[in-house]
């Protein structure tokens, strides 16, 4: 089979499938894709969407909005088909341990670092640990999410392997004052608050936001509380120059019960992570660009725990980390002839950081033992080429070369066709490497510990089909994709003596199906839905066989209502031995406007009260009720 699909696809080869995208800020409910939508995330510059070399899904601000949640994850498992998040409760996600927050595309986990996450194309990830911090992705920050569906190692190098979740940070897009306040309690004495100002005054803009959130959760020892702070100031320098400053803090306290089969008792952690960015950007008529410089952080502090059940004491020592990444990133495109686009860019990464065992208890009281000090460097060079053949085609291919100061170098191309047919029908092929240097921990870290391992690597092959019906209310994509992958790091038994050691042994061979569609039925009422059907060679935890979502939503006059059911199959929560779920969630969001500036919103989620897990044992709670107000002045 996989000869066989593979030679199918290669025969159509090169990239720029692109899918039918999600609802419209402009209209009340859901927003149809247009066929001529700007995005970022496929391209450092501002594109088409039809040009793209490879799969974008967007979530817009009204849809973050009308979800009415604090984290973002669970509004990109609804709406963005292949990607699904785990949870573990009513909030709160944590790490180590019994964690939550995992993302996975297409079967490729962001916990095992083949997934990256990005804030305003800024990766975002632990420096020692590689994966992304589902509790720092707050719907505070984003003006839109842009999910880009595949490997996108040619624009953002290691990690990038699975593909991309782009938060593009809120704006103010006319001159004025707005702020809002999101409030809102429910189920569990669970409390979530989101304060944001927004300011734009001729030149200069302005975001400040602040929220805070806590849950006792639906389980003893399950309790979580998070802060968080975003700013951003922006001015227009010259008329074609910008200049842009951010930074983000998130701090949150969160407890793990353990599973149900065996509970833990002290299993705390204490998590801080920051960011702060500048940058430049230039547009002119025939070229744009940006230089941009980064810097995220952590700080750890983890009690694991202990279960009396099995007779454990509580744990003499904590886990302790400090990490970091440091960031530079330039890039220019140029339209240098009728119809095409070369994009030259540069990127320069330092992660890394420190992490030691603090003894509290015991003979080794008031010291601490170092487990790991040290930090890699990622220097990479890139083009990309665009070119409109005819009205009908384009073409674009581009390639990578991205060294690491411990692994080497490493090639990374992809190379697409775009067919622009007749009745807004949009038919695209592409195929695309990706890959992932060993992180910090797999290197490094524990007894497992392996120096000279290697690059893991993949290819992705596809073909997308989209179309707009009906004057743009009825539209639709379908993609079908092939994934062969090799060398991935498993943790198996030392050929070379006791004890185990990280090794890449692994294989990834994935295919599937992708389905988006969207109808606007009238002014009032539109449905939409996305199916995504993955089958896998070599299963893996949380990437489910079935994904469905159907949604409708209402919104005439003070009133907007809307209901989604999400259908989950062939989800393994264990893989040795194999044990899988499958569950049907219903929710409901409304909110009523009382008044010039307040609405009143309440959402329910799980209303059918479906027993399920997603984290072996770690059940999750039954039918949910949060309410609030909307205050905008």
């Known amino acids: ?297 952590g700080r750890h502090r983890i009690n694991d725990g202990y279960t009396p059940s099995t007779g454990e004491s509580p744990q003499q020592g904590r886990f302790n980390s400090r990490d970091d990444m440091t960031g530079v990133s330039v890039y220019q495109s140029m339209r240098l002839f009728e119809g095409g686009r070369l994009t030259l860019g540069f990127d320069w990464f330092r992660y890394g950081g420190r992490a030691w065992t603090e003894y509290v208890a015991g003979e080794q009281a008031g010291t601490s033992r170092d487990i790991v000090d040290k930090h890699e460097d990622e220097l990479a060079g890139y083009i990309d080429l665009r070119q409109h053949v005819t009205r009908w085609l384009t073409i674009d291919a581009g390639i990578r070369l991205d060294s690491h100061s411990r692994v080497g170098e490493e090639w990374v191309p992809q190379a697409g066709l775009a067919f622009h047919l007749p009745h807004a029908v949009e038919l695209k092929a592409s195929v695309s490497k990706g890959f992932r240097y060993p992180i910090i921990r797999e290197m490094y870290m524990f007894g497992a510990a392996n120096p000279d391992l290697a690059p893991e690597s993949m290819w992705n092959y596809e073909i997308a089909l989209s179309q707009l019906l009906a004057g743009g209310r009825v539209s639709y994509g379908v993609n079908i994709f092939y994934i062969d992958g090799k060398n991935l790091i498993q943790t198996l038994p030392n050929p070379s003596g006791s004890g185990m050691l990280n090794q890449n042994s692994g294989r990834v061979e994935n295919c599937g199906v992708e389905v988006q569609a969207a109808w606007r039925v009238s002014d009032a009422w539109s449905v939409d839905a996305n199916y995504g059907f993955l089958h896998m060679e070599h299963p893996v935890i949380a990437a489910p066989e079935h994904k469905l979502h159907v949604g409708a939503g209402f919104s005439k006059g003070r009133w907007s209502v809307s209901s989604g059911v999400q259908y989950i199959a062939g989800l393994y929560t264990s893989v040795s031995p194999a044990a899988t779920e499958h569950f049907v969630l219903w929710n409901v969001r409304a909110s009523l406007r009382v008044a010039r500036r307040v609405d009143l919103w309440v959402r329910g989620e799980n209303l059918l009260a479906v027993r399920y897990e997603i984290n072996a044992g770690y059940p999750m709670p039954r039918a949910t009720v949060f309410g609030g107000a909307n205050v905008h002045f």
Not at 11 to 34: G, M, V
Not at 121 to 129: C, L, M, N, V
Not at 164 to 170: A, H
Not at 236 to 264: K, M, Q, Y
């Open 1 to 297: 089979m996989r000869s066989n699909l593979a030679a199918a696809l290669a025969a159509l080869s090169l990239s720029l499938p692109a899918a039918a995208s999600e609802p419209a800020d402009t209209l009340p409910l859901r927003r149809i894709h247009q066929i001529g939508e700007v995005v970022v995330t496929g391209t450092r510059n501002r594109t088409d969407i039809r040009h793209l070399p490879m799969t974008v899904s967007v979530v817009g601000r009204g849809t973050i909005e009308r979800t009415m949640q604090p984290s973002l994850l669970p509004v990109l498992t609804e709406q963005v088909p292949g990607l699904f998040t785990t949870a573990r409760g009513v909030m709160g996600y944590g790490v180590s341990g019994g964690a939550a927050g995992g993302i996975s595309l297409r079967g490729l986990s962001g916990g095992s670092a083949r997934m990256m996450v990005l804030i305003d194309g800024h990766p975002q990830y632990s420096g020692i640990f590689g994966h992304p911090i589902a509790d720092a992705y707050q719907t505070m920050l984003a003006d839109r999410v842009e999910v880009l569906r595949g490997p996108a190692s040619v624009l953002y190098g290691s990690n990038a392997m699975g593909g991309v979740v782009n938060i593009v940070t809120r704006k103010m897009h006319a001159d004025g004052v707005h702020t809002d306040l999101h409030a809102g309690y429910g189920s569990y004495n669970t409390l979530e608050t989101e304060l944001t100002n927004r300011v734009r005054a001729g030149r200069f803009t302005s975001v400040v936001s602040g929220s805070y959130n806590r849950t006792d959760g639906h389980r003893d020892d399950m309790s979580f509380e998070q802060y968080g702070g975003y700013a951003k100031l922006g001015y227009e320098i010259a008329r074609h120059w910008t200049a842009s400053a951010d930074a983000n803090v998130t701090h949150f306290n969160a407890s793990c019960p353990g599973p149900v089969w065996a509970p833990l008792v002290d299993g705390d952690q204490r998590i801080t992570r920051g960011v702060a960015s500048l940058a430049f950007a230039n547009e002119y008529e025939r070229t744009s660009g940006a230089l941009s410089l980064f810097y995220n952080w």
